[in-house]
Nanobody, 126 residues
Framework: VQLQASGGGLVQAGDSLRLSCAAS?????????VSWFRQTPGREREFVGY????????YLTDSVQGRFTISRDNARNTVNLHMNSLKPEDTGVYFC???????????????????WGQGTQVTVSS
């Protein structure tokens, strides 16, 4: 599967943004997991959340719970990250990643994903 992330931009604190991860070569429904990560210069790539297509289940890390949600659009074959009440600390390059099976207990690990999209920059000004 090939992934392409888009939707980043420059926004102010408190604003909203929607990122999309478009899949080609496979349907989202056929994947075991689609995850979002983010990275800032000098720091490791950080897990943000995932969609488990088979169960239509989502999970978001504590720092974004209540502000971010994940959805999917089967018609467009995309997984979307809806970001509300953005904070300057949300700034970073956002990546989507996928696996064909669900990595029980390991979904936050960068090294277990073999399919990555290019990143999209999100900058939140204060």
């Amino acid at each position: 599967v090939q992934l392409q992330a888009s939707g980043g931009g420059l926004v102010q604190a408190g604003d909203s943004l929607r990122l999309s991860c478009a899949a080609s070569g496979r349907t989202i429904s056929s994947l075991g997991i689609v995850s979002w990560f983010r990275q800032t210069p000098g720091r490791e790539r950080e897990f943000v959340g995932y969609l488990r297509p088979g169960l239509s289940r989502t999970y978001l890390t504590d720092s974004v719970q209540g502000r971010f949600t994940i959805s999917r659009d089967n018609a467009r074959n995309t997984v979307n990250l809806h970001m509300n009440s953005l904070k300057p600390e949300d700034t970073g390059v956002y990546f989507c990643a996928a696996r064909y099976n669900f990595p029980v207990g390991a979904y936050a690990r960068v090294d277990i994903y073999s399919n990555w999209g290019q990143g999209t920059q999100v900058t939140v000004s204060s």
